[in-house]
């Protein structure tokens, strides 16, 4: 069967890129990239990460009226793995992803902890990005990516992440009733191996969007070249009533590094988002490029369902 493919990009990178870059920072750093985002008193918060001039990074937060430009970046980090005294954050707080709970009337902060026994995932929880409550590792290393849906489905809440298994690194999904404990794992998107875009790796984006039409899941894909990974952003559709059903997926990227600030960098040839906004149809998808700044790419809602239609699955 013949791809049905555009031609084009289906996101449309900001005229303003790079957003944040080092420059920006109002402290030392070497590079901010991969920023968590939401909407909170009609302003878009972003919580970077930040990689200090040690090597090892944190958590801070910026914040713009329109989204785009005047960030108000907080001269002191939300979150730094020196705090707490948390072994499993010793080399890091990495690629957060921000839900809001209404049944618990706070945000979740899904984040990488990287510490000497391997990436985890952990949660935490605020009610106004100045004090947060570190709920600790929920899921063991080697596993990260996570994003915490943004409300229970079946009385139960539910997280994306991605286990790494030897060289196997798919999307899974995995409930709870509370937060803390999280089991009953199921595989919902697959690395589809050989030379596809996304044949190496995959690993969720952004907390999942809900939709008339199912679950709207952005997440990275990852192929491996001579000269090393390209990550490039793609889109699938999960069903709402039981997200353990994948109904579409995009046989195509919809956003891949060209532009030469996602092209060279600290990791060249990367396009990673974690997080984004809806304001009516229009996606704000803010993405670290080649782990180094921060930028903007914006597309339709409606335009990438009627894509994902064409491949139901």
């Known amino acids: ?4 493919c555009k031609g084009r990009e289906m996101l449309t990178r900001s005229v303003h890129n790079p957003l944040i870059t080092f420059r920006e920072m109002p402290y030392p750093c070497n590079s901010v990239f991969n920023p968590g985002a939401a909407e909170v008193d009609g302003e878009t918060l972003l919580l970077l ?3 200090d001039l040690e090597g090892r990074s944190h958590l801070t937060v910026a914040r713009s009226r329109d989204g785009v430009t005047d960030w108000r970046i907080e001269k002191e980090p939300l979150m730094h793995p020196s705090e ?7 080399y890091g707080i990495e690629d957060a992803r921000i839900t809001y709970l209404e049944d618990i009337g ?3 902060i899904a984040y990488t902890a ?6 985890g995932v952990a949660l935490a929880t605020t009610k106004d990005f100045k004090h947060v409550e570190r709920l600790g590792l929920v899921l063991a290393p080697s596993n990260k990516d996570a994003a915490v849906f943004p409300r229970k489905i079946g009385g139960k809440y539910w997280m994306l992440h991605r286990p790494i298994a030897g060289s196997i690194e798919h999307i899974w999904l995995t409930e709870s009733t509370d937060l803390l404990h999280w ?5 919902v998107i697959d690395e589809r191996g050989g030379p596809w875009w996304d044949g190496y790796r995959v690993g ?4 999942p969007i809900e939709t008339p039409e199912g679950w709207l899941v952005l997440y990275h894909g990852v192929k491996q070249f001579p000269a090393g990974p390209t990550y490039r952003t793609g889109a699938a559709l999960l069903d709402l009533d039981n997200p353990r059903r994948l109904i579409a997926r995009l046989p195509y990227w919809i956003l891949g590094p060209h532009e030469p600030y996602e092209t060279t960098g600290e990791v060249p040839n990367v396009v990673f988002s974690t997080g984004h906004i809806q304001r009516g149809d229009t996606l704000y998808v803010y993405y670290g490029a080649a782990d180094s700044c921060v930028c903007l790419a914006t597309g339709s809602v409606s335009e ?3 894509e994902l239609r064409k491949y139901r699955i």
């Open 183 to 187: 089991g009953r794992p199921w595989m």
């Open 114 to 119: 990287y510490s000497p026994m391997g990436a």
């Open 84 to 90: 707490e005294g948390c072994p499993y954050e010793d």
């Open 1 to 4: 069967m013949a791809l049905q």
């Open 204 to 207: 969720a984006n952004g907390v």
């Open 106 to 108: 706070m945000w979740v």
């Open 304 to 306: 990438l369902l009627d």
């Open 49 to 51: 990460r930040v990689e």
